[in-house]
């Protein structure tokens, strides 16, 4: 063995095996043989089982010299893949050669070469272009300003209008910049090594296994790593990978006559993993991490340290995206052997568990879909886990344990859920060489060993011609608990059915006896039911001393929709697994027969109903592992659902004392979320739509949480309550527990059903909605919202990037990052894939994209003809006004998507500065007296044209939203431009054509002044895209509002004092009350004259001057009149209007303002959710509307900004959702006596232990007969 690994010119002597991502094809290769080996297993499957010895296999030959052009001096291995059947029988293989550089290339750039001087720039130079960018917009204003107030004549040059009115515009698209600036900043040695070649290369050949024939190969240079072949879904092609320790490179290759290369993408290595790499800086460990990282097109990451609580990663290399992030937690007492290796693991075929061991005798079970634990099982006879497979379509999981003194064995754990689910493997029964034991002692590389779609293959012997071995599906021979019919008791006794089976109207005589001749156990059978009875004494006497529930217990029941035609035989497969189930169906069929006439029968089907619970509860409070595996491999929740089990339910969320289970002992959570029925293994089998008297259409893609949302209405809606509540507290640890909440927001939103409110308004003011941790190992966020008075919001690095494209995500510093939180919703704004555009890259296509594209720019895009749930939920949410958006979460989800929805909407609002740009210069021209201009037919077209455009776009808004559209705002859009184009055209008539219409020149004086000042109002509104001037027009809006009441108070006071002061002064004639003049004494030297002044005019002369000189009492001198009742009445009326009132003012809008800007921000949103909303249901291309999409939304906590929803949710902390319901349901007390159920189960499980076993059954063998599930 030694000398087979020693070292030699081509790597270690050593065959290394690979398997097609569909299991079909395996091959072989060592490179000091020359020659590769692929077969057909499954052919061969067929020949076998047809007795023909003939083998579907083909060899390449290799030959090294001609392998490279230069040998590298430094190869470390090599890497085989093998795809699936791509076109009849032909295929691909790839060989990769593996160097040093290829898996540790820090020391491949040296200092002050070329190559590192030119990667440098070409990372620093995206930088310095952005900052030169900065310089345009303060150029472009210091040159406006200039001209502007330079040029003596700026009617006679627009430009300075155009660039004057820019300005602001470009001011506020500063910030922008400098925010784009800021993220670039960061470090680039990923990047930089990315852009590096190795001396490794890769060599793909085409074969044919019915014509034994293969191509001379292509070679792809410069790049060497571990290679895979994707799961293949397209004829005629297939997608390689090549994974090395800085960025995987993908490769699409199209299979004609010859191999092409079309295409290939490369993308950065997720940054956790190429720090680890980097850490590790040995070529050869970070090869072996490599390989046990990859499975399929899977690459999971493994966060090791010494914390007890760390993360593992997965990616779809195929999507690019992160599947989810899945917590693990070490035993205390656990020593770390090697922290330069991941975690051993395995994903089902169809990709719906994951199993993770980190190398010592626990295993892991997760759900993919939502990253959460569902059970960890200690093995105590595994010293260390070296390998784990899915088989046997996902039922067992396949284990090599590497004992204490190195030696290997096997192990099974059945994954259904049953008690009796662990069964070692004696080696005789694998009929595996020696060879094959002694390899995987020394494997280091999976050189041995290969897995794909529920398949293991080893390698046997490389001396032999069958050179590797695939282990067949193994079966478990698992005896029976059921009546022996040697031993059958003939003496029967009669009962009468409806003291058994009170749910059947029929009235018969059934018998029952004792079950093989043991006087514990009573088995009776009816019309449609299966009964077992134990007796709570040691025995029962007789027949007769059985009372039902009096002194029995029920251990088992089968409740047949239908009748039996033949007496049925009592038999128990899979121990628990099948009494769980079919207690459960039991339990819809009771439900379903619930409205019973009689009295007596009532009382006797709701004691069935309960011994049924007790069997449930009692098994779950025994074996809560057990049920957690039975519970994701079955729908059992909707069976309980669906018979209204609302103890049971509340249970098993709450445990005994009805409070949620601890976060951070998961053994007491024993229920997970699902997104759909149909991905249970289980789901067909159980025929849940016959039980529960539905169309399989209707639930297969329902869950627990739809489930209970539909058909749960009125009172029995306390079931949505329960999974609400336990699925809101538990998020706290991990977002997956909210996948299935995000789908049944909108419909929870709806105002018309008053419970469903209840719900969502309390669901809002949970500690997830706003208080949620960032617990994900990702450190890298793309900044969506950073601005002042606004929520700072985040999207985490959740997908494989290319080189350039990481620098548009910044590394967050630690000291932030305990301030980051997180939406508790995945996927709130992502769209139902299926509504997805695709457009084929035909000419068709193209051509229809271009037209697309030339219509969007001619006019406004119209609607999408998509239903509601196309969309994502949050556009499908009912949103109130008075809750919604004080949501911390909420405002976060607003402000993530506002980015990509403003960078539309300031396209209208350039349209609209240039619109109103054109009005104001040419009307300042046309209204002039010099109109020797003449007609600019340019800028005349491109104003109508733009008044067009944005009167479409108000037009189509009124025609989708109907009613909703009339708002004040959405008026005053309608009317700024209607009025401006109706205005302008009004101009050019008279002023230009010298058309006589009626109208005179004052009156289009006046009509332009009024246009004028409104679409500057217009202009103003428009720049609400800005959260800066958003804000303060919102905040003036809400003053406004709240003064409006104090201003009509106090006008209506001054007019009273006005109209009092015209009662007064109005007839100075009756009162002689006239005003003093004033005389002056001229003296010209010889005589003085004297001259009287101009006498005072009456300021109260009519009714409206009176109310005019009230407002502006202070200003108002009244001292020429000699009436000390009118100067009595005008001190009375200065401290009222102008000491009171004023001040007044003053002191109630310095109030208003700090209360108008928190309602400022609320302003903001709503106005915000509305563009959004708008956007987003444009007929847009599908990429524009997910270039910022991320399945996960943070923001960083700000006390100032959510302080409101701080103190409600600290109110409501303690307010659970069902206590809008009256719960005296819940207090049902279930009894039940342990010792003897305890009994029964270990009655139940020694019978198993002393009869079960395991078997080896090849293909050809037949499979023992299963029990089939309500048969």
């Known amino acids: 063995m030694t000398e087979d690994l020693e070292n030699g010119s081509y790597g270690e002597k050593i065959t290394y095996v690979s398997i097609s991502p569909d299991g079909s094809l395996i091959?072989?290769?060592?490179?000091?043989?020359?020659?590769?080996?692929?077969?057909?297993?499954?052919?061969?499957?067929?020949?076998?089982?047809a007795m023909d010895s003939r083998t579907v296999k083909t060899t390449i030959e290799v030959d090294n010299n001609q392998f490279f052009d230069k040998k590298p001096q430094n190869i470390l291995g090599w890497s085989l893949a093998v795809s699936d059947i791509i076109d009849n029988d032909a295929g691909l293989v790839a060989i990769s050669c593996i160097t040093d550089d290829d898996m540790n290339q820090e020391e491949t750039i040296e200092e002050g070469s070329f190559q590192k001087a030119y990667l440098r720039l070409s990372s620093i130079n995206i930088r310095e272009i952005h900052y030169s960018l900065l310089h345009i917009p303060i150029e472009i204003v210091s040159y406006c300003t200039n001209l502007f107030f330079i040029d003596p004549n700026p009617v006679s040059n627009p430009l300075p209008y155009v660039l004057f009115i820019g300005i602001p515009f470009l001011i506020l698209a500063l910030p922008e910049f400098f925010y784009v600036s800021k993220i670039l900043r960061g470090d680039s040695k990923q990047y930089q090594l990315s852009r590096t070649y190795s001396k490794g290369m890769i060599r793909l050949f085409k074969f044919s296994l019915n014509k034994n024939c293969y191509d001379n190969g292509t070679s792809i240079f410069h790049l060497g790593g571990v290679v895979t072949f994707l799961k293949s879904f397209k004829k005629n092609s297939a997608t390689l990978v090549c994974t090395n320790c800085v960025k995987i490179k993908k490769f699409k290759i199209k299979l004609r006559k010859n191999i092409s290369v079309s295409k290939s993408n490369t993308y950065l290595l997720p940054e956790n993993l190429f720090k680890k790499l980097e850490n590790i800086k040995d070529a050869k460990i970070?090869?072996?991490?490599?390989?046990?990282?990859?499975?399929?097109?899977?690459?999971?990451?493994?966060?090791?340290?010494?914390?007890?609580?760390?993360?593992?990663?997965?990616?779809?290399?195929?999507?690019?995206?992160?599947?989810?992030?899945?917590?693990?937690h070490r035993e205390e007492d656990f020593l770390i052997s090697n922290d330069n290796e991941p975690g051993i693991f395995s994903i089902s075929t169809d990709s719906r568990l994951f199993a993770y061991s980190y190398g010592d005798n626990i295993i892991t079970i997760y759900l993919m879909e939502s990253g959460l634990e569902v059970v960890s099982k200690k093995f105590n006879d595994i010293c260390e886990i070296i390998f784990l497979e899915f088989i046997d379509d996902d039922k067992k999981l396949f284990i090599i344990e590497q004992g204490k003194g190195g030696d290997v064995k096997f192990h099974i754990w059945l994954m259904s859920g049953c008690l009796n689910d662990y069964f070692p493997i004696p080696k005789d029964d694998i009929t595996l060489s020696d060879n094959i034991f002694t390899l995987l002692k020394y494997d280091e590389h999976y050189y041995t060993i290969a897995k794909a779609n529920g398949k293991v293959v080893f390698l046997n012997d490389k001396d032999n011609e069958n050179q590797f071995k695939v282990i067949p599906e193994m079966f478990i021979n698992m005896d029976t608990f059921d009546e022996n019919n040697s031993i059958i008791d003939k003496h029967e006794h009669i009962y009468y059915s409806h003291d058994i089976e009170p749910w059947n109207d029929k009235a018969e005589y059934i018998s029952g006896r004792f079950l093989n001749n043991d006087k514990k156990f009573l088995l009776i059978i009816g019309q449609n039911s299966i009964q077992l009875w134990k007796s709570k004494s040691q025995n029962f006497k007789d027949f007769e001393d059985f009372k039902s529930f009096e002194n029995s217990d029920l251990v088992y029941i089968f409740i047949s929709n239908i009748p039996f035609e033949s007496r049925p035989?009592?038999?128990?497969?899979?121990?628990?697994?099948?009494?769980?189930?079919?207690?459960?169906?039991s339990l819809a069929y009771l439900y379903n027969h619930r409205h019973i006439r009689r009295v007596d029968s009532k009382e006797k089907h709701q004691k069935f109903v309960s011994g049924i619970k007790n069997i449930i509860k009692d098994f779950i409070r025994k074996y809560p592992d057990n049920w957690k595996l039975m519970e994701v491999q079955y729908?059992?929740?909707?069976?309980?659902?669906?018979?209204?089990?609302?103890?049971?339910?509340?249970?098993?969320?709450?445990?005994?004392?009805?409070?949620?289970?601890?976060?951070?002992?998961?053994?007491?959570?024993?229920?997970?979320?699902?997104?759909?029925y149909v991905s249970y293994p289980y789901y067909h089998e159980l025929r849940l739509y016959d039980d529960f008297k539905l169309e399989d259409e209707d639930l297969i893609s329902t869950n627990d949480l739809e489930f209970a949302l539909k058909y749960c209405k009125d009172r029995d809606a306390v079931i949505l309550a329960y999974l609400l509540e336990y699925y809101s507290e538990n998020s706290m640890t991990h977002i997956g527990w909210m996948i299935n909440v995000t789908k049944i927001l909108p419909e929870l939103s709806?105002?018309?059903?008053?419970?469903y409110a209840n719900y969502m308004d309390l669901l809002l003011y949970k500690p997830c909605f706003g208080e949620m941790k960032y617990n994900f190992p990702i450190k890298r966020f793309k900044e969506l919202s950073v601005h002042q008075d606004a929520i700072k919001v985040y999207m985490p690095l959740t997908r494989l990037l290319s080189p350039k494209e990481i620098f548009g995500y910044k590394r967050m510093r630690n000291n932030i990052l305990p301030d980051i939180y997180m939406v508790p919703l995945s996927n709130f704004t992502s769209y139902n894939p299926k509504a997805k555009e695709k457009t084929k890259k035909t000419l068709i296509g193209t051509s229809i994209a271009s037209l697309r594209c030339l219509r969007s720019i001619l006019i406004p895009p119209y609607y999408r003809d998509l239903n509601a749930k196309d969309f994502s939920p949050f556009l499908q949410i009912e949103k109130n006004e008075n809750e919604f958006f004080n949501i911390p979460s909420m405002g976060a989800t607003i402000n993530s998507r506002w980015r990509q929805a403003m960078k539309y909407w300031v396209g209208p609002l350039g349209l609209y500065i240039v619109f109103l740009i054109i009005f104001s210069t040419l009307s300042q021209i046309y209204l002039s007296d010099n109109l020797n201009y003449g007609l600019n037919i340019t800028m005349i077209v491109i104003f109508y044209y733009i008044g067009t455009y944005l009167l479409l776009i108000e037009l189509m808004q009124m025609v989708k939203y109907r009613s909703k559209y009339f708002t004040i705002f959405n008026m005053l859009d309608l009317c700024s431009i209607?009025?401006?184009?109706?205005?302008?055209?009004?101009?050019?008539?008279?002023?230009?054509?010298?058309?006589?219409i009626g109208i005179s020149n004052e009156t289009i004086i006046v009509l332009t002044t009024i246009t004028i000042l409104l679409l500057w109002v217009e202009l103003l509104l428009w720049f609400r895209l800005f959260s800066v001037i958003?804000?303060?027009?919102?905040?003036?809006?809400?003053?406004?509002?709240?003064?409006?009441?104090?201003?009509?108070?106090?006008?209506?006071?001054i007019i009273g004092f006005g109209h009092s002061m015209f009662i007064l002064l109005g007839h100075p004639s009756l009162l002689d009350v006239y005003p003093s003049t004033s005389t002056f004494t001229l003296d010209n030297g010889t005589e003085n004259l004297t001259l009287t002044g101009p006498s005072q005019d009456n300021p109260f002369d009519t009714i409206w001057d009176s109310i005019l000189s009230m407002y502006y009492m202070n200003t108002i001198d009244l001292n020429n009149y000699n009436y000390w009742q009118l100067k009595l009445f005008a001190l009375v009326a200065n401290i009222v209007v102008v000491l009171v009132l004023f001040n007044m003012i003053i002191a109630l809008m310095n109030d208003t303002f700090n209360n108008a800007k928190e309602a400022g921000n609320h302003g903001l949103l709503m106005y915000r959710a509305e563009l959004i909303n708008d956007f987003e249901r444009l007929d847009i291309s599908y990429h524009s509307l997910t270039f910022y999409n991320s399945p996960y939304i943070c923001f960083h906590q700000d006390p100032e900004l959510m302080k409101k929803w701080m103190k409600k949710s600290q109110e409501f902390r303690e307010t659970k959702l069902y206590s809008w319901f009256n719960e005296s349901v819940d207090k049902e007390i279930i009894t039940y006596d342990n010792e003897d159920i305890k009994s029964w189960y270990e009655a139940l499980i020694m019978n198993n232990e002393n009869q079960d076993s395991l078997s080896i059954i090849s293909s050809s063998s037949s499979a023992p007969d299963l029990m089939i599930l309500g048969s």
């Open 27 to 49: 091959a072989t290769f060592n490179p000091y043989k020359s020659c590769i080996s692929i077969e057909n297993v499954l052919e061969n499957e067929k020949n076998d089982k």
């Open 286 to 328: 970070n090869w072996k991490y490599i390989l046990k990282s990859r499975y399929q097109e899977f690459l999971m990451i493994d966060t090791n340290d010494h914390q007890k609580i760390k993360n593992i990663e997965i990616y779809n290399i195929n999507t690019l995206q992160l599947v989810n992030v899945f917590h693990r």
């Open 569 to 585: 035989k009592f038999q128990i497969k899979n121990d628990m697994t099948t009494i769980i189930i079919h207690a459960c169906k």
């Open 635 to 676: 729908p059992l929740m909707a069976y309980l659902i669906y018979s209204r089990s609302f103890s049971l339910i509340k249970y098993i969320l709450f445990g005994t004392n009805g409070q949620t289970s601890s976060q951070e002992k998961n053994t007491e959570l024993l229920h997970r979320p699902q997104k759909n």
């Open 750 to 755: 709806l105002s018309n059903h008053d419970y």
């Open 978 to 996: 209607f009025l401006g184009i109706i205005v302008f055209t009004l101009i050019l008539l008279v002023r230009v054509f010298d058309k006589a």
């Open 1030 to 1053: 958003a804000i303060n027009i919102f905040i003036f809006g809400n003053i406004l509002k709240k003064i409006i009441p104090f201003f009509a108070f106090m006008f209506i006071l």
